[in-house]
DNA sequence: TTAATATATTATTATGTTCGCATATATTAA
DNA sequence: TTAATATATGCGAACATAATAATATATTAA
């Protein structure tokens, strides 16, 4: 069986699912950024970004260069950002249908 | 601050961080299957099949018809399918770039 | 109405994720 | 070398997710 190239998409599509690092690759989508950088701009404990950071990278989505005391991230492969963009906007979508919804009962 | 769309955009691709429930959006490209298809084809207990599918549609993901005593399940947004496709991608190329390192090591 | 089939729900347990805290490491400047 | 800054890691508690088993509901046919 070759089920296991879901086990492995899934846990690519993983890291989608958590608010901070969608937020990670958001800021990062028009270049790299230094995690005092990211941390700065994102308001949230460096340690817990780390902790994301290094996940993201380890799964192959973020890549590292190092710059004397700074470490700058980005994104690995670009794809990626388009993945981000679709879903983004399956959700908008659904979000305005819902709004039509709720437009339609209210004048009911 | 608009950290929400964030959080609705996680809930989203929560639903491919799972290799079951990518199976069923890999099942359903083609179009509706009843739950009784899916888990025949799934191999996994129709309980826990589910469990999945009402989680993909609660978050709108999944749509459903019933004809008679059967319900069909169908990916309500075809842009679903374009995203994970993309991530399909990144993962491949990801496994062929790791397959070459190996090889570049195996020669050296 | 009863039986048979398809699907959904609930409770429980096991497992995984996220966070905060403390601490560790690496680089640079003094 | 020491101090200062940037980043990473390990641990434990709180919380979320996934699987199983048992049970419930809905539809159709008899």
Chains 1, 2 share one sequence.
Request: glycine fraction near 2%; include cysteine.
């Amino acid at each position: 069986m070759n089920k296991w190239i879901y086990e492995l998409h899934a846990r690519i599509c993983n890291i989608f699912s958590n608010p901070k690092r969608l937020e990670v690759i958001d800021l990062l989508r028009n270049g790299e950024k230094s995690v005092n950088e990211l941390s700065s701009l994102m308001n949230i404990p460096q340690t817990n970004l780390s902790q994301h950071l290094s996940l993201m990278r380890q799964r192959g989505m973020l890549e590292t260069r190092r710059d004397g005391v700074n470490i700058y991230y980005s994104i690995a492969n670009p794809k990626a950002i388009k993945a981000f963009d679709i879903m983004r906007e399956v959700l908008l979508e659904q979000l305005s249908r819902n709004e039509k919804l709720i437009k339609k009962l209210k004048s009911a």
